[in-house]
């Protein structure tokens, strides 16, 4: 008995399907956070950076600079931002945000803002020159970005994104896994991030959970 063309094609399809089934999910981790605040480089320094390479694979980050900040147009279409740790920290967010809009992939991200992050003075154009040198990012475009309105439209629209937070953002950094706000689960995150995510995952878990 001979088989056709379309069973052959619908075993195959069955097979990808149950392949990508059991390819583990990924767990979203959302860092708000703003480039001078105490909290905020501790948390990634201690936390999100060191933690990096057990999880890769397994995680999606989602880095927002922006922070208690707040924003407003000028007459001339221009964004003004005002920052919590004052304008330096203004500046050292949308120069982050204009390096991850290069989209560099996750691996040089998180070390660019970790490098960025961990820096003297995080507001530091010549540091932040470093650190993107040192990760593969454009530093022409980066500094075109941030001298011209890209810059503002990006951080601004960080800035969206932070304004309509549910609940709404009171501490900074504010973690949230897969788009969801728990306060016990943002505790614990500050202090022991990976505790909090192999919390969060389902089997198989990082060889780090002890699975």
């Excluded at 001078?36 to 927002?64: H, M, Q, T, W």
């Excluded at 964004?79 to 691996?107: M, P, T, V």
Aim: hydrophobic content about 35%.
């Amino acid at each position: 008995m001979g088989f056709s063309k379309q069973y052959f094609r619908g075993i195959f399809a069955v097979i990808l399907i149950g392949y990508a089934s059991s390819e583990p999910s990924l767990t979203k981790v959302s860092v708000y956070y703003e480039s001078l605040c105490p909290d905020s480089i501790n948390f990634i320094a201690n936390e999100l950076f060191p933690n990096y390479e057990n999880f890769k694979g397994r995680i999606l980050v989602d880095l927002v600079p922006y922070g208690k900040a707040s924003q407003s147009k000028a007459v001339s279409g221009d964004w003004i931002f005002r920052c919590q740790h004052g304008s330096d920290e203004c500046r050292g967010n949308k120069y982050q945000a204009c390096a991850l809009n290069q989209k560099k992939g996750q691996d040089n991200d998180v070390k660019f803002v970790n490098c960025a992050m961990t820096l003297a003075d995080p507001s530091d154009p010549s540091g932040i020159e470093n650190c993107a040198n040192q990760n593969g990012y454009n530093w022409n475009t980066l500094t075109a970005c941030f001298e011209g309105r890209q810059g503002g439209d990006l951080l601004a629209a960080y800035g969206d994104r932070t304004h309509n937070l549910k609940p709404k953002l009171r501490f900074v950094p504010t973690i949230m896994l897969d788009d969801e706000f728990d306060q016990s689960v943002q505790n614990q995150c500050l202090h022991d991030l990976a505790g909090a995510l192999c919390s969060k995952m389902s089997e198989p878990k990082p060889k780090v959970c002890g699975s």
